[in-house]
């Protein structure tokens, strides 16, 4: 949930979504890296607090916090969620108040069944908060791990967003919000700046031009 502080400052709320050991951690901590060696126009404010296990997983999240600019209050705080399924109760927890998602989907091929199973649980937890994904919550795709052997194509992804009824058609008033899939390897930092930029690009314009909804132009 967008909240604006007494001094103007506005921060926005972006959880990055999906299986365990899928790459969120991994992005996350990339994007600070990326953010801080180059000149990007969003870089970090605090520093990445990691919650793991032993095995380096998340135990019940992670958090940071960025902002966009040099002399705008606009802060983007980022969480990533436990992917493990014993930590369902967990994940509704941290999703409260989420403005935008990263659904960072595994690639290879013997995780497809992962993905779909985060993925319902995604849309069956922005359901019980009364909300629709692209209509209020923004929805980027990282399809993750591009680098390894026998890892699915974007189509199927794509199929997959098609069943859900998240992809319109072109004509539609909302299909300049479709999700945009993009293909990432988080441990070398390919385009995972590209991904968490449109998302909080998507993030501000729900919230400057559509009150808390995608705006139609």
């Known amino acids: 949930m967008v909240t604006k502080t007494a001094n103007g400052d506005i921060y926005f709320k972006l959880t990055f979504w999906g299986p365990s050991s899928g790459g969120k951690t991994t992005s996350v901590d990339m994007l600070y890296k990326l953010c801080k060696k180059d000149n990007t126009e969003i870089f970090p404010v605090s520093n990445f607090t990691k919650i793991e296990m032993s095995s380096g997983s998340t135990l019940f999240f992670d958090r940071g916090v960025f902002k966009i600019g040099k002399g705008r209050g606009v802060f983007f705080q980022v969480y990533t ?18 403005d935008a998602v990263i659904f960072v989907a595994d690639s290879q091929k013997d995780r497809w069944d992962e993905n779909v199973d985060s993925f319902e649980e995604l849309l069956d937890v922005v359901s019980a908060e009364g909300k629709k994904l692209i209509e209020e919550i923004p929805l980027v795709v990282q399809l993750n791990k591009r680098d390894l052997p026998d890892v699915v194509p974007v189509s199927q992804m794509e199929e997959l967003l098609k069943s859900y009824g998240l992809i319109y058609p072109h004509g539609h008033k909302l299909s300049m919000w479709n999700p945009r899939i993009y293909e990432t390897i988080a441990i070398k930092g390919v385009n995972v700046y590209e991904a968490f930029a449109e998302a909080s690009r998507r993030m501000l314009l729900y919230y400057l031009q559509g009150g808390g909804k995608a705006p139609v132009f």
Do not use: S
């Open 81 to 98: 969620v436990a992917g493990q399924k014993r930590f369902r109760d967990i994940r509704k927890v941290v999703w409260r108040g989420t």
